[in-house]
């Protein structure tokens, strides 16, 4: 497509379940970043993979949140037995290359934890 | 932290006013862009300025840029209902950008 493509775009989950976030970047964007933002705050980073290497991990709030990019490609960000606190929009970027250049946003996925 | 930090929190003007929203920051950069966000949806990239600009237009934006004071100012020129949403401005940080709360702009028609 033409754009950052997520999903699902709502996801609902109990509490110490696992969820799965997908990330379809702009075909040939090099650098992929995931962002979480809590209501009325700014995007706060994550992770960022260039190609399929994980280059920063440093957002991760802590070792349940994993993110891979095997090919990449698709990237795919996964909580491990959820918390109400992880309850945000998880959102995925894509870019020609650092953070020097422009990034290419999807619209997110909204992930409440009840 | 490198976070950009946008002022006022919150903006509201008439259609056809013009909005002008200040960024500042704390540490040398080489760039800096500018994104809008409308309500449920992604960041939508605006503007690039970069450290040996001062001022950059694109359409009706105007992004002004002082590395001296570590400040930045967005001007949205003859305002419409359609820009009603959230403002941010991005400072880099190693390979990341990092992104202050950010300003609501309303526009009422």
């Known amino acids: 497509g033409a754009g950052v493509s997520q999903s699902p775009r709502y996801k609902v989950a109990k509490r110490g379940q696992d969820v799965a976030l997908r990330c379809d970047p702009i075909?040939?964007?090099?650098?992929l970043f995931w962002y979480q933002q809590a209501l009325g705050q700014g995007p706060e980073f994550l992770t960022y993979f260039q190609n399929e290497a994980q280059l920063d991990k440093s957002g991760l709030p802590s070792d349940r949140f994993f993110a891979e990019r095997p090919e990449g490609s698709v990237s795919t960000l996964k909580i491990q037995r959820t918390q109400q606190e992880d309850s945000a929009v998880y959102l995925c970027?894509?870019?020609?290359?650092?953070?020097?250049?422009?990034?290419?946003f999807g619209d997110g996925t909204r992930l409440s934890i009840l | 932290s490198q976070q950009g930090e946008e002022d006022p929190q919150a903006l509201s003007i008439q259609e056809g006013e013009n909005a002008t929203m200040n960024c500042s920051y704390k540490?040398?950069?080489?760039?800096l862009q500018w994104y809008r966000q409308n309500s449920g949806r992604g960041l939508v990239h605006l503007i690039l300025i970069r450290s040996n600009e001062r001022e950059k237009h694109s359409g009706r934006l105007r992004v002004t840029l002082d590395t001296s004071k570590k400040s930045s100012s967005l001007l949205i020129t003859a305002s419409r209902a359609a820009d009603t949403a959230s403002y941010f401005c991005a400072p880099p940080y190693g390979n990341k950008l990092v992104f202050g709360a950010g300003t609501i702009l309303r526009v009422k028609s």
């Open positions: 075909s040939g964007h090099v650098s």
């Open positions: 970027a894509s870019s020609l290359g650092t953070a020097n250049q422009p990034q290419h």
């Open positions: 540490t040398s950069i080489n760039n």
